[in-house]
């Protein structure tokens, strides 16, 4: 929507997503109806129609909004007064925990089921998402090196992919096909350390 909402238009629009997000993991997109999503977040279907255009409009409005919080969540984690490494493994925690919190998982196999169907939402959540965050990064990872708190050669254009792909693992796959075996905390945490590590012994 390009027109501002009023305060009370953006709490219907926030719970119409909130209502199509707990509809669409639980019956599918498929299987979910507009009526559904009304039934549960109240309003009407000239609302929806309003805010989103139809059910393909709203479906790509949760995957997008999603991807937005993700990157608005890590966007602001407090990081000034941090050392590299502090501020790195705060990130590497938050990215993780991201990546397999349940409902973003299940998103993310719902967009890729769909992606046929949403072939330009994809590249458009990819683009507002992962890249995003690693322009974010690398930007953080400059920062560091300008204030002296990265020490060697300037930040490869790769450093920050390089970086959430370490962090990233096989985690993700074993979230979503087999959650039973994820480590527990400790080994996480041992994991991001490790990880910091080997990018600060890097530069």
């Known amino acids: 929507m ?4 009023s305060e009370r238009g953006q709490r219907r629009r926030q719970a119409l997503l909130d209502a199509a997000t707990h509809t669409f993991l639980q019956h599918g997109y498929d299987r979910t ?6 039934a549960e977040a109240g309003g009407s279907r000239r609302s929806l129609y309003e805010y989103f255009g139809d059910k393909r409009g709203l479906f790509s409005a949760v995957i997008a909004h999603h991807a ?3 990157v608005h969540d890590i966007r602001s984690l407090e990081l000034d007064g941090l050392t590299a490494r502090e501020g790195l493994e705060l990130l590497g925690h ?3 925990n991201a990546l397999t919190d ?6 993310y196999r719902l967009l890729i089921a769909e992606g046929a169907a949403f072939a330009q939402l994809g590249q458009t959540v990819y ?3 992962p890249h995003m965050l690693q322009e974010q990064l690398q930007l953080y ?3 560091l090196h300008d204030r002296g708190l990265l020490s060697g050669a300037q930040p490869s254009p790769h450093a920050a992919r390089q970086f959430f ?3 990233k693992a096989d985690f993700q796959l074993c979230a979503l096909l087999a959650p039973s075996q994820l480590p527990d905390e400790t080994a996480i945490t041992a994991h991001i350390q490790s990880c910091v590590t080997l990018l600060l012994d890097n530069h």
């Open 2 to 5: 390009t027109q501002q909402l």
């Open 94 to 96: 938050a990215f993780f």
């Open 127 to 129: 683009e507002a998402g």
């Open 141 to 143: 990872l400059q920062c």
């Open 68 to 70: 937005h919080k993700m």
């Open 102 to 107: 349940p409902v973003n998982l299940e998103l």
């Open 33 to 38: 109806t507009l009526d559904m999503i009304i």
């Open 165 to 167: 792909g370490m962090i």
